[in-house]
């Protein structure tokens, strides 16, 4: 079956030090990855997606991610956390369907950046 | 920059009542989707629309569910006879074209008491 698990419930990290949120996933073909962020009370606001190319991805916020497929991983990476880096980040693959596609998200970890 | 809109914010209905959430997309996205996530639980997939017609649906769109179109700009979720497991925050998203990223709105939080 096509998935994705994030296998983290949350993630704390300090302020100013490296952060990284994973991610794995199992489709057939060829993966379209993508990595969202949900604040409290918001909707889902895209990041960054890997559709073919560079295997190191750069996002929006200074995010970034590493597509690696022979650990079929799709890990979220940034340098230098910030405090207000805390949300809920969704990692989702595009299911190819019919022609059309939907995306299946994984569980979701709680990122929580202190000072 | 353009983003996609829902209304209302929050909608409270009782059970066995008729809702309609309400969508406005991204004006030149062809592709329409609504997904739903359960109070602590992973976003899900519900269905999706191109063409004036639904392309794919989950198991969870049953009878109970329609999507429309009515004019060049809305898009809506209706939901027929409301449960108490359809409590939920339903997106909206839209996108250009596949395999591209799409965009979500806010969100309407669905309390059905």
């Known amino acids: 079956a096509q998935s994705v698990a994030q296998p983290e419930d949350q993630v704390n990290v300090a302020e100013g030090n490296p952060l990284t949120v994973k991610c794995t996933y199992s489709?057939?073909?060829?993966?379209?990855l993508f990595w969202y962020v949900q604040y409290p009370n918001r909707g889902l606001q895209f990041l960054l997606k890997?559709?073919?190319?560079?295997?190191l991805v750069k996002g929006s916020y200074g995010f970034e991610a590493e597509f690696n497929k022979s650990q079929t991983s799709f890990h979220l990476k940034k340098p230098s956390a910030l405090v207000s880096d805390s949300a809920l980040y969704f990692c989702?693959?595009?299911?190819?369907?019919?022609?059309?596609?939907?995306?299946?998200f994984g569980a979701g970890t709680r990122l929580a950046v202190h000072p | 920059e353009p983003e996609v809109t829902q209304t209302p914010s929050h909608q409270v209905t009782q059970m066995g009542q008729e809702v309609i959430l309400r969508c406005v997309p991204i004006?030149?996205?062809?592709?329409f989707y609504w997904y739903r996530q359960i109070l602590g639980q992973k976003v899900e997939f519900l269905v999706s629309?191109?063409?004036?017609?639904?392309?794919?649906k989950s198991e969870i769109f049953d009878d109970q569910f329609s999507v429309e179109r009515p004019d060049g700009s809305n898009f809506t979720l209706k939901i027929r006879s409301t449960k108490l497991e359809d409590s939920a925050m339903y997106f909206c998203?839209?996108?250009?074209?596949?395999?591209?990223?799409?965009?979500f709105g806010p969100g309407t939080r669905l309390t059905v008491t």
């Open positions: 989702a693959v595009r299911i190819l369907s019919g022609g059309y596609n939907k995306l299946i």
């Open positions: 489709v057939s073909g060829n993966p379209y």
């Open positions: 890997y559709i073919t190319g560079d295997n």
């Open positions: 004006s030149n996205h062809l592709y």
């Open positions: 629309f191109y063409n004036n017609e639904i392309s794919e």
């Open positions: 998203a839209s996108n250009r074209e596949p395999p591209y990223e799409q965009y």
